[in-house]
């Protein structure tokens, strides 16, 4: 199965913003839902936020509710990670998953994009 690709990461101030983006590698694309997923040296990889691409529906890890939003974007078949007040301990290789469920079961993870946060 193609993989969806992330892109955005780059190195950003503690506090500020930052906006994701995983692309559907083709058109159409059969996947329920697409996860975030984060993976720091030496830590094992993290669940961040899932969203259905048909409705829309998004869970989110406890460790991120209220500073992150995941949301896809028809148009351009996107679901992108707006993360807000971002700190040091954010810095990671952001990447993207597929599943069959909103909750669990995601795999096939893309090509991922670097953040760097500084204090």
């Known amino acids: 199965q193609a993989q969806w690709d992330a892109t955005g990461g780059q190195l950003v101030q503690a506090g500020g913003s930052l906006t994701l983006s995983c692309a559907a590698p083709?058109?159409?694309?059969?996947?329920?839902?697409v996860g975030w997923f984060r993976q720091a040296p030496g830590k094992e990889r993290e669940f961040l936020a899932g969203v259905t691409t048909v409705v829309g529906a998004t869970h989110y890890a406890d460790s991120v509710k209220g500073r992150f939003t995941i949301s896809r974007d028809h148009a351009k078949d996107t679901v992108s990670l707006q993360m807000n007040s971002l700190k040091p301990d954010d810095t990671a290789v952001y990447s993207c998953?597929?599943?069959?469920?909103?909750?669990?079961?995601?795999?096939?993870w893309g090509q991922g994009t670097q953040v760097t946060v500084s204090s």
């Open positions: 998953a597929t599943s069959n469920l909103l909750q669990g079961n995601y795999g096939n």
């Open positions: 083709r058109r159409p694309f059969n996947v329920f839902a």
